[in-house]
């Protein structure tokens, strides 16, 4: 279930407009997922920092922005230098 939603979200993600309001969801969707996979139920009271911690797994949003400003530096490499 984590892994689908990681691909579905990260496939296309290069080319989307997020917001803060988008990021903030998609994380909790991923803490939603990572909370799934991991068993927690809702009386637990385990932080959202500490499984992230225990997955070894940064925020989705952050992936996210990561591949953005890959694809963005790579697209800035190909122009031409006086074009900028």
């Known amino acids: 279930m984590l892994l689908v939603s990681n ?3 990260t496939c296309g993600s290069d080319c989307w407009a997020i917001s803060k309001m988008d990021a903030r969801r998609i994380d909790a969707l991923d803490q939603w997922c990572l909370h799934m996979l991991m068993r927690i139920k ?3 009271f385990v932080r ?5 911690r225990l997955m070894k797994q940064p ?4 992936i996210i922005q990561l591949g953005q400003l ?3 530096g ?3 490499g190909q ?3 006086g074009s900028c």
């Open 79 to 81: 122009m031409p230098r």
């Open 74 to 76: 790579h697209i800035a």
């Open 7 to 9: 691909l579905v979200e």
């Open 42 to 44: 809702w009386y637990q």
């Open 59 to 62: 925020k989705l949003s952050a």
């Open 48 to 52: 959202n920092d500490d499984i992230q």
């Open 70 to 72: 890959t694809l963005f």
